[in-house]
């Protein structure tokens, strides 16, 4: 046993340490494509003094750290690329008051959005956050710090515009708090009017510091859900309807797509651009209000049979109304078996959809490989997120390879079409860092020394040349 093994089992508690042969395995790899990379130790704190006592353990020995949420972002984002420490959250999973009146919720930083989903549907089910499409493992905090997108992302923005609040251990190991929590008992904003510090903390993929509280913005669920589809054969019109259907301000949220060979629910939308949307109402009056507006807002669409609504069989309404959906797991993630599924999701103008799905399909074709474009507006057409999902069986190391090469070529399509990389891993980090402002690399490169001066954090992510 190793001096850091002790102090970490004085820490943590011998149950919450491990650096056994099978958890350094199962931790030194995520669901996608990156190599993996083995931890020396994984830990699983249960408070924040613990996850304290750990980064101040670990920078005096310049030891480097990974925080840990669901390991599901894909993009090898937890993945110890220089060994060291996996910190995992999923023990700080507590809900620690709701201000109903103020909407916002504190929770821990490990916190599953399985579990807060769940609170508030049994708690409050006139409140909802802004849920993923993910599995409902993946964590909150994580959500936040890779500008995750949910449900409510076209109204209200990506997660990390939700948050309300932060406390946050910092690699050098003081506790700070972020928003006006930090003068006041209130979690209810992250900046008000103070200097907007929340920044530090949202994109650099866990490399300054460590959300071990969070306050996160709530909003109104209505008692009414709805789903309708609207799809056309060619991609050119897709910006032009989503532009009619942003301005009408009542829907809730927007995905759509194009995918091929994937087992499509529902099948006949095989071959379309699909529009998936979503609207909501406490009655049959605001329900029929919205569903008029978003019906109006595409009628030169409809008239010149540019397009159409589709009708949903009730065998698939469900699974569109699931929270999250689990047939994006299911269907698209799991399509190949062998748990291998990786997608590239660059933020880029909604103008640019047409020019995405038809080089995800020339990619799908050109590599043999099946392929979901999926799109989510962000904003009220600000930008979407188009991305390029590809399953694979990692038992198939030739179709690997290839899916492999599929990503890089729409990852570099992207930049080259002015897209942002969402979670980007390692090599897509460099890509963008080639393209980008040099002061910005600077300040960049500043704020990191400043925050980490030891380099102990999730190293590899966003280092600056
Ligand atoms: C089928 C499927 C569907 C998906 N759909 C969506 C979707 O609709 N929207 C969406 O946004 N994403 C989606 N994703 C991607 C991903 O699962 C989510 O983005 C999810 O939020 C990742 O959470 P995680 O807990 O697994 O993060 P992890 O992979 O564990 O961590 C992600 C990053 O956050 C850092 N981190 C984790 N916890 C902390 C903390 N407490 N403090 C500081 N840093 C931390 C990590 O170091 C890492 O850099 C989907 C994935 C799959 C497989």
Known sequence: MTDVYRSLAGIVGEDYVSAEAEEIYFYARDAGLMPAGKPDYIVVPKSTAEVQNIVILANKQKIPIVPLGGSMALSGLTIPHRGGIVIDMKRMRSILTVNENARHVVVEGGISQGALYSYLNKNYPHLQHNIPEAPPATTVAASVVIHGQGRLTQQYGYTSDLVSGMEVVLPTGEICKIGSCSMSPGWFSKGATLPDLSSLFFGWAGTTGIITKLGIKLFPRKKMRVVETFVRDRAKLVP??????????????????????????????????????????????????????????????????????????????????????????????????????????????????????????????????????????????????????????????????????????????????????????????????????????????????????????????????
């Open 240 to 465: 032009d309807i989503l532009f009619n259907l942003t301005h009408t301000e009542v829907l809730e949220d927007i995905l759509g797509g194009s995918q091929s060979g994937i087992h499509f629910d529902p099948p006949m939308l095989k071959g379309y651009h699909y529009i998936t949307m979503y609207y909501s109402g406490d009655t049959d009056d605001e329900m029929e209000f919205k569903r008029k507006m978003i019906w109006d807002s595409l009628v030169e669409f409809r008239k010149s049979k540019d397009g159409g609504f589709m009708w949903i069989p009730p065998t698939i309404k469900p699974g569109l109304l699931e929270t999250p959906q689990k047939w994006v797991t299911r269907t698209l993630a799991d399509e190949k078996k062998g748990g291998g599924f990786t997608y590239t999701g660059p933020i880029v103008l909604i103008e640019k959809y047409p020019v995405f799905a038809r080089k995800i399909e020339e990619v799908g074709a050109k590599y043999d490989v099946a392929y979901a474009g999926l799109m989510r507006v962000v904003g009220r057409n600000h930008a979407m997120m188009y991305g390029s999902g590809f399953p694979f069986n990692r038992a198939d190391p030739d179709l690997m390879e290839r899916v492999r090469t599929a990503l890089h070529e729409m990852n570099e399509f992207s930049l080259d079409q002015g897209g942002i990389p969402w979670k980007a891993d390692v090599e897509e980090q460099k890509m963008a860092m080639e393209r980008m402002d040099p002061n910005t690399l600077k300040l960049m490169k500043t704020i990191k020394h400043v925050l980490d001066p030891n380099g102990i954090m999730n190293p590899g992510n966003w280092e600056v040349p």
